[in-house]
């Protein structure tokens, strides 16, 4: 068995979650790098496995054995899958479709020349799967596995299966996403050990059969909505190229100060509770404190003073900036007079208002006319800012200009905030702020710190990045 996620679609629930109790038969679209592997690493647990390519090379490949790439291991395996009568290979998808179970779809999704994602192998793969499927009676799994935005999936590739199959997906065939993440080079290793397993499915029965197949390499997999992991193959994606930009600045950086960037790079790496945690990696508010901004901006200074051009991190402060104009906006958008700030420090359990990045929004509808009213616990009208406006006087433009009137705007009392404001802020999660939002009527509430794991779905409420 396998558990359903909390955001599972609840439609779902209503499928029989049993696991299917024979190894289903798998047709592989696309024998590229994850076509291959999949056929090959697929075989090798025991499913019957039919390739699929136009390429008549890659067909010929796989169907005597032999890897039409060079991959670790993927040869060994090709050739033992066909040895074991597990591996075949063909050109005629819709033939392929009949004969199986499962249709993993593996087709490259190239650029457009608008620079978004070509579509016309999916088109033409959907059209091939509906053709099949209108000759089956049982039901049939489809598991896209291409890079493709969100909605793809479930709005261009299902909508042309049922057209020409006659078909409803979720009822008469499933549709799920599976996105690889096998490195090229050590994919097969990665097969067998994999950083996760995520199945998208919109119905349960998909979602088991899917997890059947992946049970013996990874008896915990993901499930999500197809949407979900679609997005998941992109922003891993992302960040992956993140990571090597930011290493190889680093290193840019490091060279003219006589620094081994290498040294500097194995201390980081050896630090999971933060550097490589989730821990700064949820969607919220803009960054702030004493130490990022002011250290920031400090790198990027050396960085100039080196003739050393570092895109990326010298971006970080625009990037911010950007989320902070975007909360502003939010609230400018309310058409509020009098607006509630529920948190004022850069994070919570703090009075440390050093470069707060809510100050930047309150000193912009302060200067717009705005009232604005402030509550935090562990700020008062008496909190001595003296030294943290000499800490930031080049740095925290908001606190600058809110040094004068930010006493006056405190209150001790929430309810004075909640009871007499047009609209709402929230910066701090907490359960105090939570309640309050909970009994915000109509009033509108913008949440920039994720109050709750499941952002509220009233019609009042807003948050951020969700």
């Known amino acids: 068995m396998f558990d359903i996620p909390l955001n599972f679609p609840q439609e779902t629930l209503q499928a029989p979650l049993r696991l299917v109790d024979e190894k289903p038969s798998i047709s592989v679209v696309g ?72 249709t993993f779809v593996s087709v490259g999704t190239p650029t457009a020349a608008d620079g978004g994602c070509d ?10 799967i509906g053709a099949g ?12 596995r291409c890079s493709i935005p969100p909605g793809v999936t479930m709005g261009f590739m299902a909508p042309i299966i049922e057209e020409v199959s006659g078909l409803t997906a979720g009822e008469d065939f499933g549709v799920c996403f599976n996105p690889e993440f096998l490195r090229e080079g050590v ?26 197949i992946y049970e013996a390499v990874d008896e915990n997999p993901i499930v999500t909505t197809v949407e979900t992991a679609e997005m998941v193959k992109y922003i891993d994606n992302v960040w992956h190229a993140t990571k090597v930009c930011f290493a190889n600045e680093v290193g840019r950086l490091c060279k ?29 508010f803009a960054y702030g404190g004493s130490c990022l901004p002011k250290e920031v901006r400090a790198v990027a200074h050396i960085a100039e003073q080196q003739g ?54 309150i000193a912009a509808l302060n200067a717009e006319g705005v009232e604005v009213v402030i ?41 004075e905030v909640t009871g007499s404001v047009e609209a709402m802020i929230v910066t701090h999660a907490n359960p105090t702020y939570r309640a309050a939002v909970e009994t915000a009527g109509d009033t509108p509430v913008i949440d920039v ?7 509220p779905t009233a019609a009042n409420y807003q948050g951020i990045g969700w």
Do not use: W
């Open 31 to 102: 024998l590229g790098y994850v076509g291959a592997v999949s056929t090959a690493c697929l075989s090798s647990l025991g499913h019957r496995v039919v390739g699929v390519d136009i390429d008549p090379g890659k067909v010929a490949c796989i169907a005597a054995g032999r890897s039409p790439i060079h991959e670790q291991d993927l040869e060994r395996l090709l050739g033992e899958g066909v040895e074991d009568g597990l591996v075949s290979a063909t050109d005629d998808l819709e033939q392929a479709v009949v004969d199986t179970d499962v």
């Open 119 to 128: 579509h016309s192998y999916i088109d033409a793969a959907a059209r091939a």
């Open 133 to 144: 499927l209108k000759r089956k009676q049982s039901f049939h799994v489809v598991v896209m």
């Open 187 to 212: 994919a097969v290793e990665d097969f067998y050990a994999p950083p996760k397993t995520v199945i998208g499915a919109n119905d349960a029965r998909s979602a088991a059969v899917l997890s059947r």
């Open 256 to 284: 003219p100060l006589g620094v081994d960037s290498h040294d500097v790079m194995d201390v980081f790496v050896q630090d999971t509770k933060l550097n490589l945690s989730p821990y700064y990696l949820k969607p919220g």
């Open 308 to 361: 050393v051009d570092l895109p990326l991190i010298q971006s970080l402060g625009a990037s911010n900036e950007t989320h902070i104009d975007a909360a502003l906006q939010m609230v400018r958008d309310t058409g509020a007079k009098r607006v509630g700030v529920l948190g004022l420090a850069f994070k919570p359990g703090t009075d440390d208002l050093r470069e707060s990045p809510i100050l930047e929004v």
């Open 375 to 415: 509550h935090d616990p562990a700020i008062t009208p008496e909190t001595p800012l003296a030294g943290q406006l000499a800490y930031v006087r080049h740095g925290s433009p908001g606190l600058q200009a809110l040094a004068k009137d930010l006493p006056g705007m405190m209150r001790a009392d929430l309810d």
């Open 449 to 455: 710190a994720r109050i709750a794991s499941a952002a």
